[in-house]
């Protein structure tokens, strides 16, 4: 499989302007730099999740009761609330207490996994990592032209109608949701425009530096 790497856009006016798409009165958006790498035929990413597990919800993680991590993922052009593709990911760890190994559950593009692991820090890697996940097809991704990426990530989602909802998505197998729409993929309005009070433990709003395909 071939794989290359995205350019990235340096420039601050650039920057500022793609924010000016989302919510740019919120002082809860995440700006984080991320990688980007074209393999075979979809775009990746790779990134950790930092500051969504404080100490105490990183302390629950030894409990037995199982904490789940939602995120949505939208690939949007520069200056448009429209996006291009979505994705979504379910994550959820749960402490053996009689084997005491850590569970994690990872559903994903490509269906469902599940790794057993023996320390905590190992099973919040697993939560809050993601290691060249598919998140758009090339083929919607027009060489020269700016994207960004946005992320929402939601710990411990309590709302049923949400946690139903990604049951449904996830069940629909392999496709990984890169080309299909629905409520989720028209959610991104109403998360980074419209933003609404989630039901969660904890929600973070990212959003990655600019990017472009170059020219081979």
Do not use: C
Request: aromatic share 8%.
């Amino acid at each position: 499989m071939s794989t290359r790497a995205i350019a990235i856009t340096g420039a601050v006016a650039l920057a500022a302007t793609t924010a000016l798409a989302l919510a740019d009165d919120d002082d809860k958006l995440i700006l984080e730099r991320m990688q980007f790498v074209e393999r075979g035929a979809v775009l990746t990413v790779s990134t950790r999740i930092k500051a969504l597990f404080d100490s105490s919800t990183f302390q629950a993680l030894d409990t037995g009761i199982p904490s789940t991590v939602v995120l949505r993922l939208w690939v949007y052009p520069q200056g448009s609330t429209d996006p291009i593709s979505f994705q979504l990911v379910q994550r959820t760890a749960t402490y053996d207490l009689w084997d005491e190994v850590y569970l994690v559950s990872l559903e994903e593009p490509g269906g469902r996994r599940t790794k057993r692991v023996k320390y905590r820090a190992e099973a919040l890697k697993l939560l809050t990592e993601l290691d060249a996940m598919p998140v758009a097809l090339l083929t919607v991704l027009p060489v020269d032209k700016v994207f960004a990426l946005a992320m929402t990530v939601e710990l411990n989602p309590v709302s049923k109608e949400t946690l139903a909802e990604v049951r449904r998505w996830l069940s629909q197998g392999q496709g990984g949701g890169l080309d299909r729409g629905g409520s989720f993929f028209g959610s991104f309005v109403s998360v980074f425009v419209n933003p609404k009070i989630p039901e969660a433990d904890r929600v973070l709003k990212i959003r990655s530096q600019p990017f472009y395909r170059p020219r081979p």
